[in-house]
């Protein structure tokens, strides 16, 4: 019944956000609003938003583990095995802006979500809680990571920029009729919510008849499962000859899934840190870094098949390190 609940409740999120997606950015091109902003925006946050749907779900509910392990194994999975996969079907080429800024950028929101997240040994509290003034904090920087986005959107690319234009080309709006679009926009968000509920009590339900902890199943099973928007949309990117799209989907998800959907969660309930360990904080971070330093100084700003490889073995050796400690 819990496996149930739990694949049940994954298709409604992945339906629900996908109508949510097309429903809106259709009311949006009604409205002429421009189709850069409409990408950056709304189906930005059609891709993150079953993680932000389980994150806040988890957190009204207690499952803190499952709240914060299913951002930081999402953006783990999203780092290494959707990059490394993707590379494994097309070498990926990374601009010089994307190096400069906005891989530094991803690295910097794990590193502030390293900090806040360890009270025990900055502060010398009793126990790491990520509090409303870090989720507060932590949506404030997303409002500067928006502004940053809005700036280069409006600027005009060359056309050996890679790295973003992307969006504009990639994103097909669909011209729908005024119900159906409010037909998908409330039908996807009732989905999402009902979903995440299922999905939320499926996981919690494996982990207490398995004897696992939830930041595990948060960590491992849930955060790969809602990374699946993510990881169709780079696979596909990579058939059709434009792996590099996967880089900015990459970095786009992990920053929006930090310091949004942390800071969504964490703004409406403390969230506690008992499973959650610096080894999983380091390993996000690490993963970003190295991300970096395979674009930086090997390939000439290209994620090969052979360092596309090494990325996903150091996600398995993730995995089996987490289990192995249970």
């Known amino acids: 019944m819990n496996i149930l609940l739990l694949i049940g409740g994954l298709i409604l999120i992945l339906l629900g956000a996908n109508g949510l997606t097309d429903g809106a950015a259709s009311v949006a091109k009604r409205f002429r609003i421009p189709p ?134 990639e994103t097909e709006i669909k011209s729908l009729p005024w119900w159906k679009s409010i037909l998908y926009i409330i039908g996807g968000l009732a989905a999402l919510i009902f979903g995440g509920q299922l999905f939320v009590d499926g996981a919690t339900g494996i982990a207490r008849n398995l004897g696992v902890s939830e930041s595990i199943i948060g960590l491992t ?44 969660s964490a703004s409406i309930t403390p969230l506690r840190l008992s499973g959650i360990t610096n080894f999983d904080l380091f390993t996000l971070v690490g993963s970003g870094i190295l991300l970096w330093l395979f674009g930086l100084f090997f390939a000439k700003r290209t994620i090969t098949r052979i360092e596309g490889g090494i990325m996903i073995f150091c996600y398995v050796a993730y995995t089996v390190v987490l289990i192995y400690n249970t």
């Not at 189906?43 to 938003?49: C, D, E, I």
């Not at 786009?252 to 959907?261: E, M, T, Y």
């Open 36 to 169: 850069i902003v409409i990408g950056l925006t709304i189906v930005a946050f059609g891709t993150s938003a079953p993680e932000l749907t389980v994150s806040v779900s988890s957190a009204l509910k207690g499952s803190a583990d499952i709240a914060i392990g299913n951002v930081v194994g999402s953006n783990i999975f999203n780092t290494l095995m959707i990059v490394g996969c993707t590379a494994l079907f097309a070498p990926i080429v990374i601009t010089r802006n994307t190096l400069r800024k906005e891989i530094p950028l991803c690295i910097l929101s794990s590193i502030v979500l390293l900090i806040c997240a360890n009270d025990v040994f900055l502060d010398k509290a009793s126990e790491n809680i990520l509090n409303r003034v870090d989720g507060l904090l932590l949506l404030c920087f997303f409002v500067i990571f928006m502004g940053y986005t809005f700036a280069i959107a409006s600027k005009p690319t060359t056309t050996g920029d890679a790295g973003h234009p992307v969006i504009e080309e």
């Open 221 to 264: 099973l849930v955060a790969g499962g809602t990374s699946l928007p993510e990881l169709a949309t780079s696979i596909v990117a990579a058939l059709k000859k434009n792996p590099e799209i996967a880089i900015g989907n990459v970095i786009g998800s992990n920053l929006f899934n930090i310091f949004f959907v942390l800071g969504c």
